[in-house]
Structure formats: C-alpha cells, structure tokens
C-alpha cells in the first residue's frame, strides 16, 4: 500500500494472523503502529501472496459484538489545494496518447486555473471538462463515495477525506480512535440513502476488521471495534438501506467472511462465509434491494467469479463462487448496477498489439449471466489496466483506468510512462456501445505498475485500484494515484468529470 513500507503484509503477519484468529475474540483491542504494503491480488492457490500460509480458521459460529462505542475526534482540518494541468493533447484514433519523456506535472498554469482536457471518441457521450484537485498526500487505493446530500468521501487506507464543494476542496476527517495509530491498513467507505456515512478497516495492521458510523459527515464516529478478529485484510462495507448493512473480509487474510447489520452499522454478526480458502482478491458489494442476492466479485486469475450472499441466512458455507466469463484484472475487481438493475464487470484482455484492452460485461438477470461487450475501442492498443466501473442511469457507465501508448500483456515489467483516463458511454445496453474516452491526467506515473505480493517499490505507488462513481445525478467523479516521478512524493487526485 503506502510506497514507503515495502514488505509484504501478508508474509510478515501470518503468524501473526494464526495467533490472532486463535486469541482474539469480540471487543475492542490494544493498538499498536505497524505498516506495510497494500494487500496483494492473489491467484486461487496461495502461492505469489505468501512463501507459506498457515490455514485460516473456519468461522464455524458467528460472534457479536455487544456493545458499539461511540468516538468524539478533534476537527482539525487541511483544505487540499486546486492543482492546474496542461491541456490534454485530443487523439483522433484509437491510438492512446504516448508521453516520450516523463515529467513532473508542469506547473506553468497559474494555480486555481481549470484545465481543459479534450476526449477522444468514437460517438456518443459526451464532451468534459476537467479540473483536477489534490485530495491529500496520506494514503493510497482511494475509495469514492457520494452521499445523497452531495456530500464526497474519499477513504485511502487509513485515511478519509471530505468535500462539500462538489470536490473543489478536500478536509481530513478525524479517524475513529481505535483507527489512529495504524499506519497502513485497508478500508472501505460507503454511505446510505439517509447520508450517515460508513467506514470499515482492520487494526493494528491486518488485524481486526472494525466498521464505524457517523451521522455528522465524520466528525464523531460509533464503531463495532471486531466485526471479525484479526489477522483480517481487505474488507468492504455496504449499506443495502439505512438498517441492514453488510461487511465482507477475509479471515486468517484469505477466506472472505460476510457479516450482517440490522441496526444501522451499530453492531454486525457473521453469517456467512465462502468455501475457498485463498482467494481473497474481492471487490465491492451491489444489490437489488434489502432482500434480494448481494453480489460481490472475486478475481481468480485470470476469470471473475460472483459469490452471491443470501441476506437473513445464518452460519451458512457458500458454495464456489459461479464465473462470469469476463477476464480479472491486475488491480482489484470491480462491480457496479445502475439505477435499472443491470450489473456490469470490467476485465482486462489482450489486443491485437500485445498489450491489454478493456472489456466490459453485463448482466441483465441479477449477475445469473453475463454478456461481455465488445472491448472499449481506445484500447485496442497499448496497454490498459487498473480498471474500475461505475453505472448510474440506464445505459450510462464509466471505466477509470490507466494506460500507456506501449503494449505489454505485464505492467509490472514496463519501464514507461502512464496516463490516467476515463472511459464513458450512455448506451451500454446496446450490443456495439459507443464510448467517449477522457485523459484525466496525461503523466500519473513513469514505471511499472503492479498490485501483489511480489511488486515492491516505485511500482507500488497506486495500492489496489483507483475508483469511480456516478452519483444519484449522473456526475461523474473519478480519483486515482499520481506519482509522475520517483521523487515526488504520492498524492490523491480527484476529478469531476462532469
């Protein structure tokens, strides 16, 4: 995860993991600072995770938690600063923007000043104009969330960031106590329909998984300190409605365990948890309705698989998670569902030039079946990856990812400069969508780039994904990682697309 910390998590903390799971139980725990590296994407056998991995505890009855603790954190704040680019030179082809020599984000621009960046496209969409803001410098993998009341959240690791401009400008919100001391730890956010805001995380490092509510935009926050006890790792949170959440994590850092909420967030109790054993590369939640399938992506190298959680069913194993037919990626799954039900994938496939493109599944029957797109046309060269999707109003998705004009099937190995862009069409129920792609920023990073156990280093920079979202308006917002030279220093950037 944070580039600064580059051994990996999950090889140091496997003992510490086995004797976690074996002691820990409900309640909270004493927190001490650690760090590391992101979590790593693993294949279906635990072999490039970890040299040795003990196996993890079967979660054969669920423990609650009783009692949630309510946390009063100090306000103080730093407003992130508006950063101008230079203007996005259009490409006419499908042949992505190639950067010759990297360099620093040029500075030329009087600061406050929004750039423009030109899309490229292939018909339909439409035009955008980008302005991009630094969120912060704490944290990598940014998370994104729109509330209701148009309020943005952005969790990076053991960081969240606020904006109540419509991401113009950018506050630290205060952690919940239990969360200040970690250094690097995964986490995930989420708010409701009524805007109380959601945050999950493990403790101390790859320890236990703790999930928080907050009803005045993070300033104060409620927890259940032990959803599931450490070692934990990757953990996601989603609010069905604004009394029954879920949160998934992988126990014994490899078996996904699902947890439910009927209180509002206050306290959770594991209900289900999957047959596998290793494979923890898990991706967001979506759902139809409080009763219906949650559905959570899980990449098993190289295909997406679907576990389909039953909410109400009690200590109950769930079978293999079903594929999809749609290739996984090199950072962490995705999965979106627009306001039509319709739930989409994206993956990352091979092209015609030798390196990868990015193609897009569908599915119109509660993730039972899933078509796959015709690959996005602008990457039919060079080399695409990091893939995220969004889906608002029927039709409409975005993909965020990043892309360099070289092509290579392995963005670890590729010494060469990448852009940051954003895919978009408002017709992807159609069988040949058209898609508008945007350069969001034409240098984030000059390197290889790469999300497991085996990447250390510079090529670490970006965590596990970058993230999109589409809000109840069909805004736009897109955050990644930049880091044009080995230099600077990471930052969280954020756009509105439109």
């Given at each position: 995860m944070l580039t600064d910390m580059m051994l990996d998590r999950r090889a140091l903390l496997i003992g510490v993991a086995v004797v976690a799971i074996a002691g820990c139980s409900g309640g909270g725990a004493t927190i001490g600072a650690s760090g590391g590296p992101a979590p790593s994407t693993a294949t279906a056998t635990p072999g490039p995770r970890a040299s040795a991995v003990a196996s993890p505890s079967t979660v054969a009855s669920p423990s609650t938690v009783a009692s949630p603790s309510t946390v009063a954190s100090p306000s103080p704040s730093v407003t992130a600063t508006s950063v101008a680019t230079t203007t996005a030179t259009p490409v006419v082809t499908a042949t992505p923007?190639?950067?010759?020599?990297?360099?620093?984000?040029?500075?030329?621009?009087?600061?406050?000043?929004?750039?423009?960046?030109?899309?490229?496209?292939?018909?339909?969409?439409?035009?955008?104009?980008?302005s991009m803001v630094v969120v912060g410098t704490k944290g990598n993998e940014p998370?994104?969330?729109?509330?209701?009341?148009?309020?943005?959240?952005?969790?990076?690791?053991?960081?969240?960031?606020?904006?109540?401009?419509?991401?113009?400008?950018?506050?630290a919100v205060p952690n919940p106590t239990i969360a200040t001391t970690v250094l690097a730890s995964d986490s995930s956010i989420a708010v409701d329909a009524k805007n109380r805001l959601y945050y999950s995380f493990d403790y101390p490092y790859a320890g236990t998984t703790a999930a928080c509510t907050s009803d005045d935009r993070g300033a104060t926050w409620a927890c259940d300190n032990a959803v599931a006890p450490g070692g934990t790792d990757r953990m996601w949170i989603y609010p069905a409605s604004?009394?029954?959440?879920?949160?998934?994590?992988n126990e014994g850092l490899y078996q996904t365990v699902f947890a439910t909420s009927t209180d509002g967030g206050a306290t959770y109790t594991p209900t289900q948890f999957t047959s596998s054993v290793a494979a923890p590369t898990t991706g967001p939640m979506v759902s139809m309705n409080a009763n219906s399938f949650v559905l959570q992506p899980v990449d098993m190298h190289p295909g997406l698989y679907l576990y389909r959680y039953l909410p109400g069913t009690t200590t109950t194993q769930l079978a293999d998670a079903k594929p999809t037919g749609i290739n996984g990626g090199n950072a962490l799954p995705s999965i979106a569902m627009g306001r039509d039900s319709a739930v989409y994938l994206v993956g990352e496939t091979p092209n015609a030039a030798g390196g990868l493109a990015l193609t897009v599944g569908r599915s119109t029957d509660n993730g039972g079946t899933f078509k796959a797109l015709p690959p996005i046309p602008q990457t039919a060269t060079g080399t695409a990856t990091f893939s995220w999707v969004a889906a608002g109003a029927p039709g409409h998705i975005a993909v965020v990812f990043y892309q360099?004009?070289?092509?290579?099937?392995?963005?670890?190995?590729?010494?060469?400069?990448?852009?940051?862009k954003l895919a978009e069409t408002y017709d992807a129920?159609?069988?040949?969508?058209?898609w508008t792609v945007t350069t969001l920023e034409p240098l984030t990073h000059a390197g290889g780039l790469c999300a497991n156990a085996g990447c250390t280093g510079d090529?670490?920079?970006?965590?596990?994904?970058?993230?999109?979202?589409?809000?109840?308006?069909?805004?736009?917002?897109?955050?990644w990682m930049d880091e044009p030279t080995p230099a600077l220093k990471p930052t969280i950037r954020f756009s509105r697309v439109h």
């Open positions: 923007v190639a950067h010759a020599t990297p360099t620093a984000t040029p500075t030329a621009t009087p600061a406050g000043a929004t750039p423009t960046a030109t899309p490229t496209a292939t018909g339909g969409g439409s035009s955008a104009t980008v998370i994104l969330s729109a509330a209701p009341d148009g309020t943005l959240y952005i969790a990076a690791l053991s960081n969240v960031y606020r904006s109540t401009d419509t991401g113009a400008t950018w506050t604004p009394t029954l959440s879920f949160v998934t994590t360099s004009a070289t092509s290579a099937l392995d963005p670890t190995t590729m010494n060469v400069p990448w852009s940051a129920g159609d069988a040949f969508p058209q090529s670490r920079y970006s965590g596990d994904l970058i993230n999109v979202v589409i809000d109840a308006n069909d805004h736009v917002d897109a955050t």
